[in-house]
Nanobody, 124 residues
Framework: QMQLVESGGGLVQAGGSLRLSCAAS????????MGWFRQAPGKERDFVAG????????NYADSVEGRFTISRDNAKNTVYLQMNSLKPEDTANYYC?????????????????WGQGTQVTVSS
């Protein structure tokens, strides 16, 4: 089993920034593709960003492209999501995800492991 623990969520004004972190344990972190998803109340869990095992390749949802940046530090077993220019519509519970094969893509909330989530609230 892999354990994923998110941190860094909170309340921020529109236009502000937050950095989410996800600390992994229990498996070889560098063997997993990592991703971030988000889920607002009453809505489905949506893809936000993904990153390859070595951190070379990243992909983003259209709604966050140019504002959010995903990165990872395999020495620290941690994946990050830097969120800039935040908007009220970014308000959601943000989840870290890990999968052993394939890639995270929009439209498919499939993962081998999920974190418990961290709440991000953006006020207008």
């Amino acid at each position: 089993q892999m354990q994923l623990v998110e941190s860094g969520g909170g309340l921020v004004q529109a236009g502000g920034s937050l950095r989410l972190s996800c600390a992994a344990s229990g498996r070889t972190f560098s063997s997993y593709v990592m991703g971030w998803f988000r889920q607002a109340p009453g809505k489905e869990r949506d893809f936000v960003a993904g990153i390859s095992r070595a951190g070379v390749t990243t992909n983003y949802a259209d709604s966050v492209e140019g504002r959010f940046t995903i990165s990872r530090d395999n020495a620290k077993n941690t994946v990050y999501l830097q969120m800039n220019s935040l908007k009220p519509e970014d308000t959601a519970n943000y989840y870290c995800a890990a999968r052993a094969s394939g890639a995270f893509v929009p439209g498919r909330a499939l993962s081998d492991y999920w974190g418990q989530g961290t709440q991000v609230t953006v006020s207008s």
